[in-house]
């Protein structure tokens, strides 16, 4: 009883097919990494035109890979927000078309539910009491999860991502489209404590985040800086990356602490940061707290993470009306 799932909330188009239980039996991602990078960044219009080029070949891929038909699949299912809405359009029509033209039901998935979950896919299963740490390009947010589709938000950004800051201070100091993996890569030879760059709300008991406070430091520092020399750059990126991880990992901390949950998950691009990673693990162990992390080739946009959040949806009887719009600021 298979579902077939669709991503295509930003830049990546993928799809993927897994069983009811949540195990992957194809997944496949058509990046449009290289054409973006021109511009510095996504541009909708660009975007959405190529998830119109790869989304009818990959869903051919997955079922060879997969070794199905197309009559087999008993659901299909789509990113339905938050994302480009030119995005989000293209996957979802898709799947509604075949659902309709193989008689199946259609699910809606929240693209931040499939990043939510993905930490439990691979075995990791079943979803239990947890809190979550979501790190994305769009978004920052510490979640208790109780059950699937009972989520109580503890605390987000103020203003940009862990990603985007990542992203803008990259591109800041040149480095190329997406940053993060960019900064990650520098960060390995340099030393964390080169620059002290600001750790905001670090002080009491809050779990929210901001992150433009860091880039502004960086923007500040930067005429003092010759980049050119390739300790001073790695030196900036260990101490900016420094930053960033060393607010997102206290903050789950103290969210466990507040809750009394003890097992935590961590997933979205940013946390195939491997200094996040390493911190992660360390941190974890220290405070006795279980940690599930999103295997690497699942923390960055796939559709293998939607196709689960819809297994687990589906097992629940649920699905969604074809009439169910995209929206680009749906909400958790
Ligand atoms: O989850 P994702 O693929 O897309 C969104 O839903 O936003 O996350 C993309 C973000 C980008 O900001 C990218 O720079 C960041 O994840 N990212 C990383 C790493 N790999 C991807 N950030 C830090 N270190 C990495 N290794
Ligand atoms: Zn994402």
């Keep these: 009883m298979p579902i077939l799932a669709l991503e295509s909330s930003c830049d990546e188009t993928a799809a993927a097919i897994c069983t009811p239980e949540g195990t992957l039996l194809a997944s496949r991602i058509a990046s449009q990494a290289e054409i973006h990078r021109r511009y510095g960044g996504v541009v909708p219009e660009v975007a959405s035109r190529n998830h119109i080029l790869h989304v009818r070949p990959l869903v051919q891929e997955v079922l060879e890979e997969a070794g199905l038909a197309l009559g087999e699949i008993t659901a299909f299912a789509a990113t339905s927000g938050p994302g480009l809405v030119s995005s989000l359009l293209i996957g979802t029509s898709m799947a509604k078309a075949l659902a309709v033209a193989e008689k199946k039901p259609f699910l809606a998935v929240n693209h931040m539910e499939g990043h939510l979950l993905s930490p439990f896919m691979g075995g990791q299963g079943p979803v239990r009491p947890s809190v979550a740490l979501i790190v994305s390009g769009g978004h920052t947010m510490l979640v208790q999860v109780k059950s699937v ?89 260990a101490s900016v990356q420094e930053a960033i991880i060393e607010v997102l990992v206290e903050k789950l901390v103290l969210a466990a602490r507040q809750t009394g949950e003890t097992l935590v998950t961590v997933s979205g691009g940013v946390s195939c940061n491997r200094g996040l990673r390493e911190k992660l693990m360390a941190r974890c162990e220290k405070e006795k707290l279980t940690l599930l992390l999103a295997k690497p080739d699942l923390c960055t946009d796939n559709a293998g993470m939607i196709a689960y959040a819809a297994s687990q949806r589906f097992q629940l009887g649920q699905s969604s009306a074809l009439e169910a719009d995209v929206d680009p600021n749906l909400a958790l």
């Design 149 to 237: 589709g009972e989520y109580i938000l503890l605390g987000r950004t103020r203003d940009d991502a862990a990603g985007e800051a990542f992203d803008k201070v990259a591109k800041m100091i040149g480095l190329p489209y997406p940053g993060g993996p960019e900064i990650d890569k520098q960060a390995r030879q340099g030393n964390p404590r080169a620059f002290a760059f600001p750790r905001s709300f670090m002080d009491g008991e809050s779990l929210e985040f901001s992150f433009s406070g860091l880039k502004t430091a960086v923007l500040y520092e930067l005429p003092k800086l010759n980049l050119e020399d390739p300790t001073v750059l790695a030196d900036v990126c």
